[in-house]
């Protein structure tokens, strides 16, 4: 699976949730694009991913 243009192993059937959590995200500030199309969060949980998904994730950062 691609995640930011990177190459990463998928240990088995996960959803996008419990690969977001084992990679270290919080949920609450990214937004998640699968194969060019946004995900809503309420679908993590339901998403499944696979070997030939390709993920872009991007963080939101607060400032001012």
Excluded: H, W
Excluded at 5 to 14: R, V
Excluded at 22 to 29: A, L
Excluded at 40 to 56: A, S, V
């Amino acid at each position: 699976m691609r995640v930011n243009g990177a190459e990463i192993a998928l240990n088995g059937i996960c959803t996008l949730k419990e690969f977001l959590e084992q990679q270290g995200y919080i949920v609450e500030r990214i937004a998640v694009e699968k194969n060019g199309q946004i995900i809503p969060k309420t679908f993590y949980e339901k998403e499944l991913l696979n070997e030939d998904d390709k993920l872009e994730i991007v963080s939101f950062v607060g400032g001012g």
